[in-house]
């Protein structure tokens, strides 16, 4: 008689710890399950990765993992020219634009609006074929322009001879004032100017856009004072500008 009732007595322990052992379950499941929404809040993602994260309650035994988010968050990085622009990926700051079809000169950018933003180490695009696209994007091939915007650190002072290399038109500015012009519809172009620069830092823009087929180029470069070799001007000598748009 005695076994009979603690039997019973025992199946009644064990059911009431197996019901706060679930009750304990879920409140955890929640917590991790908000943990990871919060993490995950931060971090782009798609709908289909989204739902890979909701927690599974079948699978009471691994709550831990719930926490660790996904390892493979969204990459946005398919519809840019460089990813992390303003981190690792260079100084120069540009705008993508779209111009119409017919284009034979450089768009009125103040009155277009960017498809995106993207980063470059610096201007040094040498002639392709428009099929190749601009590096890391090959959906750039016809019809955008590009707005681009740095400092340009001049080592000395002293006359620089500037020179941009365009397919199709582009125009240099610093400090405001348009030092190149090499606008138009054409093939690859270089122009030259010379520039009396003090050292240090100044703002650089360059408008450029890529009309029709053929070929894409856009390089930046510079003959330093008392030297004779134009060199396209490397990455070390940008900085990022200190107001864009
Ligand atoms: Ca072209």
Not at 26 to 33: F, I, L, P
Not at 126 to 132: D, L, T, V
Not at 170 to 192: F, Q
Request: glycine share 6%; net charge negative.
């Amino acid at each position: 008689m005695r076994e009979l009732i603690s039997v019973p007595a025992a199946l009644v322990t064990i059911l009431t710890f197996l019901s706060c052992a679930k009750v304990q379950y879920m409140g955890d499941d929640e917590a991790s399950q908000g943990d990871v929404e919060s993490v995950l809040a931060t971090q782009p993602k798609t709908e289909d990765q989204a739902k890979e994260t909701t927690i599974e309650p079948e699978e009471p035994k691994e709550p831990q993992s719930a926490k660790t988010p996904q390892d493979s968050p969204t990459d946005e990085s398919s519809d840019r020219l460089f990813p992390n622009c303003g981190t690792n990926d260079g100084p120069i700051v540009a705008d993508i634009y779209e111009v119409p079809e017919g284009s034979e000169s450089l768009p009125d950018f103040s009155s277009l609006t960017p498809v995106t933003r993207v980063c470059l180490q610096d201007i040094n695009i040498p002639a392709r074929n428009f099929s190749e696209g601009f590096p890391g994007k090959e959906q750039l091939v016809e019809w955008f322009a590009i707005r681009a915007y740095a400092q340009l650190d001049a080592p000395v002072d002293g006359d620089y001879e500037i020179s941009i290399n365009s397919d199709d038109g582009a125009k240099v500015y610093l400090d405001d004032s348009l030092v190149i012009d090499n606008d138009g519809l054409h093939e690859p172009i270089t122009k030259v100017e010379q520039v009396f620069l003090e050292a240090g830092s100044h703002e650089l823009i360059i408008e450029y856009y890529q009309g029709p087929r053929l070929e894409i180029a856009l390089q930046l470069g510079w003959t330093l004072p008392g030297e004779e070799i134009n060199q396209w001007i490397a990455p070390k000598f940008f900085k990022p500008p200190t107001v864009t748009p």
